[in-house]
């Protein structure tokens, strides 16, 4: 039976369907050249959702719909930064579309639903949940990457990301069924309390292998990331910025359920798994990044091996080490969005800014925007005392912890590689003679120049004052 209970808690989800619905229908009778009305209109979408998420009727939090949907502290803290990286891609985003006449409201209802299939996959308390959600998730996406319909680029990724979306969706649900085949329960919670004692213990372990294949698809880990370079490339730089951002925070919460609220039992068999796609992640993301001479697609393998130091903290399997995973992967959201707004920003009709190249000599030009660039390359490569160092820290610190010190050693040494490539984006900007020598113009308008400002420098701010974030991330696990 629903009671007034599961309707509260679920007021966020309920409000942001809605509102995306009612947007949809709105845009239909908004003329092209008001296009800002949607614009603004999903904005504060995003803003009275994260208001119901931190102040609403069931913001104290509680269980849903029979188990079905959980509020806690982690989904409460996941849902708040995906709702503000999507309202930050919104605003980096508007003056790329209108450039480029992808200026519909479109891109804006697909990124909602998105976020909206975000939101019930990091509050998924039952199996049914978490497929649901990360169907209404990629399901957005890969219409988004096919956003530009007159770009053979676009399409080509659109059905590579289709193609092995769907075989990871498969597996994923393969793996599914047979957890459910040996424990007779979609329940995460009732999962967890019968796996240790299992009626079928093998069944139920080769399903924990397709369940961690179909995690891995999905952040994009090694072996399993040849989607990743593609889609990232591919995509217009707006929607790669969301692709790069909000999801990354929806994998986590995808593994956080099924891992340790549903297969917690099962800790000392999936942690070693983690652990393997972490060093590939590390060794191929960081390597094959070297050789890149396009930025997005350098973002996309440097995704890759950050992924791996997020698996680093899920693989320790303590509450130290989800705390250290869920702060890795906020970080890592704030600074990749970072990384594609400066994209965005320089960006302008027909000009992509996609190569390394094209930021040559950007000191000379327009020294603001290289200053920005090199705090994002800076953190993303772990440099002290930027928000990326510390990130990095607490994950390396929670598998020591875990007595992995091996891995942290691994991933240490793997980060010290990839502080090439972020290092030979700076070295173009700040060396290297620029290819026209007259002020750089850039094609974002004022909104957008003062979101990245505030967002590159948030960097330096977060890694001066990362405490707060960090013990808010311990005490959402109980630390």
Same mark, same amino acid.
């Given at each position: 039976? @629903?009671?007034?209970?599961?309707?509260?808690?679920?007021?966020?989800?309920?409000?942001?369907?809605?509102?995306?619905?009612?947007?949809?229908?709105? *845009?239909?009778?908004?003329?092209?050249?008001?296009?800002?009305?949607?614009?603004?209109?999903? #904005?504060?979408?995003?803003?009275?959702?994260?208001?119901? /998420?931190?102040?609403?009727?069931?913001?104290?939090?509680?269980?849903?719909?029979?188990?079905?949907?959980?509020?806690?502290?982690?989904?409460?803290?996941?849902?708040?930064?995906?709702?503000?990286? $999507?309202?930050? $891609?919104?605003?980096?985003?508007?003056?790329?579309?209108?450039?480029?006449?992808?200026? %519909?409201?479109?891109?804006?209802?697909?990124?909602?639903?998105?976020?909206?299939?975000?939101?019930?996959? $990091?509050?998924?308390?039952?199996?049914?949940?978490?497929?649901?959600?990360?169907?209404?998730?990629?399901?957005?996406?890969?219409?988004?990457?096919?956003?530009?319909?007159?770009?053979?680029?676009?399409?080509?990724?659109?059905?590579?990301?289709?193609?092995?979306?769907?075989?990871?969706?498969?597996?994923?649900?393969?793996?599914?069924? &047979? #957890?459910?085949?040996?424990?007779?329960?979609? *329940?995460?919670?009732?999962?967890?309390?019968?796996?240790?004692?299992?009626?079928?213990?093998?069944?139920?372990?080769?399903? %924990?292998?397709?369940?961690? /294949?179909?995690? +891995?698809?999905?952040?994009?880990?090694?072996?399993?990331?040849?989607?990743?370079?593609?889609?990232?490339?591919?995509?217009?730089?707006?929607?790669?910025?969301? #692709?790069?951002?909000?999801?990354?925070?929806? +994998?986590?919460?995808?593994?956080?359920?099924?891992?340790?609220?549903?297969?917690?039992?099962?800790?000392?068999?999936?942690?070693?798994?983690?652990? /393997?796609?972490?060093?590939?992640?590390?060794?191929?993301?960081?390597? =094959?990044?070297?050789?890149?001479?396009?930025?997005?697609?350098?973002?996309?393998?440097?995704?890759?091996?950050? %992924?791996?130091?997020?698996?680093?903290?899920?693989?320790?399997?303590?509450? =130290?080490?989800?705390?250290?995973? &869920?702060?890795?992967?906020?970080?890592?959201?704030?600074?990749?969005?970072?990384?594609?707004?400066?994209?965005?920003?320089?960006?302008?009709?027909?000009?992509?800014?996609?190569?390394?190249?094209?930021?040559?000599?950007?000191?000379?030009?327009?020294?603001?925007?290289?200053?920005?660039?090199?705090?994002?390359?800076?953190?993303?490569?772990? $440099?002290?005392?930027?928000?990326?160092?510390?990130?990095?820290?607490? /994950?390396?610190?929670?598998?020591?912890?875990? *007595?992995?010190?091996?891995?942290?050693?691994?991933?240490?040494?793997?980060?010290? @590689?990839?502080?090439?490539?972020?290092?030979?984006?700076?070295? %173009?900007?700040?060396?290297?003679?620029?290819?026209?020598?007259?002020?750089?113009?850039?094609?974002?308008?004022?909104?957008?120049?003062?979101?990245?400002?505030?967002?590159?420098?948030?960097?330096?701010?977060?890694?001066?004052?990362?405490?707060?974030?960090?013990?808010?991330?311990?005490?959402?696990?109980?630390?």
């Amino acid at each position: 039976m @629903i009671n007034l209970n599961d309707i509260l808690l679920l007021a966020p989800e309920s409000f942001l369907t809605l509102a995306a619905c009612v947007l949809l229908l709105v *845009d239909l009778f908004v003329k092209p050249a008001q296009r800002s009305v949607t614009h603004y209109l999903a #904005i504060a979408i995003l803003a009275a959702t994260g208001g119901l /998420v931190l102040h609403g009727p069931g913001a104290a939090g509680g269980v849903a719909f029979g188990g079905a949907h959980v509020v806690d502290g982690v989904a409460v803290v996941l849902k708040l930064f995906v709702l503000l990286c $999507v309202a930050v $891609v919104f605003v980096y985003a508007r003056p790329y579309l209108r450039d480029r006449n992808l200026f %519909v409201g479109e891109f804006y209802v697909l990124c909602l639903f998105g976020a909206l299939g975000t939101l019930f996959l $990091v509050s998924a308390g039952s199996l049914v949940m978490v497929y649901l959600g990360l169907e209404l998730l990629t399901l957005s996406s890969y219409a988004l990457v096919a956003l530009n319909r007159d770009s053979p680029l676009s399409s080509e990724a659109a059905i590579k990301y289709f193609v092995l979306g769907a075989l990871a969706s498969g597996m994923l649900l393969y793996g599914m069924s &047979m #957890i459910y085949g040996a424990t007779h329960t979609l *329940d995460l919670a009732r999962i967890h309390a019968v796996a240790a004692s299992a009626e079928h213990p093998k069944l139920l372990l080769f399903g %924990v292998v397709f369940v961690v /294949v179909g995690i +891995a698809f999905k952040f994009g880990a090694a072996p399993f990331h040849m989607w990743l370079p593609d889609v990232y490339q591919g995509s217009p730089t707006a929607v790669t910025a969301f #692709i790069g951002s909000a999801p990354k925070l929806a +994998a986590f919460g995808m593994a956080y359920r099924l891992l340790e609220s549903g297969l917690g039992g099962l800790v000392a068999h999936w942690n070693e798994m983690l652990a /393997v796609l972490a060093v590939l992640s590390l060794a191929i993301g960081n390597i =094959a990044a070297i050789a890149q001479s396009n930025l997005k697609r350098l973002l996309a393998y440097s995704t890759i091996s950050h %992924v791996g130091f997020l698996l680093l903290g899920l693989c320790a399997g303590t509450p =130290a080490g989800y705390s250290a995973a &869920m702060f890795y992967a906020i970080s890592y959201a704030l600074m990749a969005i970072a990384a594609f707004g400066m994209i965005l920003l320089l960006a302008r009709a027909g000009f992509e800014a996609e190569e390394i190249d094209d930021f040559r000599g950007l000191n000379q030009r327009a020294p603001w925007h290289a200053f920005l660039m090199s705090l994002v390359m800076f953190s993303l490569a772990g $440099v002290p005392p930027l928000f990326g160092f510390y990130s990095k820290l607490v /994950v390396l610190k929670a598998a020591i912890e875990a *007595d992995k010190l091996w891995l942290a050693v691994t991933a240490a040494v793997f980060a010290i @590689i990839g502080m090439f490539y972020y290092l030979r984006v700076v070295k %173009v900007m700040y060396f290297d003679a620029p290819a026209d020598d007259r002020p750089m113009a850039p094609g974002a308008d004022a909104p957008a120049r003062w979101v990245l400002s505030v967002n590159a420098l948030a960097l330096l701010a977060l890694g001066v004052y990362w405490g707060p974030l960090f013990a808010w991330c311990g005490r959402v696990f109980g630390l």
